[in-house]
């Protein structure tokens, strides 16, 4: 395989090469959010883009390594901030790494003994999500919440756990402030 | 393991946090600048700093990514631009991400059947480099070469060919022009 170029614009996140643009409205997401009524609302007075994904073409095979930028919108459904949904790697045993590049957020990950753990995001802070933890991502600011990842090629996505049970905990807006909460449906 | 924070200073490459850090003067890379007496005599004066990694503590273990940047210093050795070592991985079918963050340069790559690629790096540019490919990396720019890297845990460096045999090519200014020339040495 030959060595290949692609572009980042550190300000929008868009990468500029060959890659795949992955969109995620609300509507993609149904359940996911606590607030189903609001949720709901949403969707049906004509959707919410949520977030984006520019993910570069690489085999998903072993040595090789995913790469991508993830956009969140800032937002909220009902007190909860706009996030993605979150996931296991397929291949449970590899890491991933963030990179923020532009906004604030908080990483939620959770392992399967139900162990949580939730670090902030910010322009330049680098999270390492170790072997075996799911992660979320949840934009908290006013503007787009933008970082690069990387992952090992043969870790895929299991959505499957995390869409049927959720997280164990919410990160929510109340009174102005942002909290972590329990998930009341866990 | 826990997830973890670091802090990444995008202007300077700094890496805030739990990270070794790993410098290079030319006197640890003796005749691997093809101008063998301007290199000696640079270390004779007293020598000089040619790059500084910024390495996160990782696991050098599968499933797990090791992350740092480098800040190559801007220069030249007699007319051979600042570069690094370069290496292939010990684990040879692996691969590894360059981001760059500031300033401009080469990606010279290299497999071991001789096939060479010459990529250019600049802000934003997002290089793969596919396992069985050697890399090093050089400042052609006036201004420091920062990037951010990423390649699997159990990579490992293998630096020994490189140094007994070098690279196909060379990186050197000519005339006040960026040149990639044949190595006379390989």
Known sequence: MEPFNNYLNFNTGEILGNCNILIRHLSDMEGMYHDLEAARKIINEGDRLIYRVYNIDVPEKYGHLQHCTSIIYPGRIGNEYHMTKGHFHAQEDTAEIYLVLQGTGKLLMQKKDREVKVLDMQSGSIS?????????????????????????????????????????????????????????NY
């Open 128 to 184: 390492y999500i170790p072997p075996y933890w799911a992660h979320r991502t949840i934009n908290t600011g006013n503007t787009p919440l933008i970082f690069f990842a990387v992952y090992p090629g043969e870790a895929g996505h299991n959505y499957g756990i995390i869409k049927s049970k959720g997280f164990s905990k919410l990160i929510i807006e109340k009174d102005g402030q942002i909290k972590v909460i329990d998930n009341p």
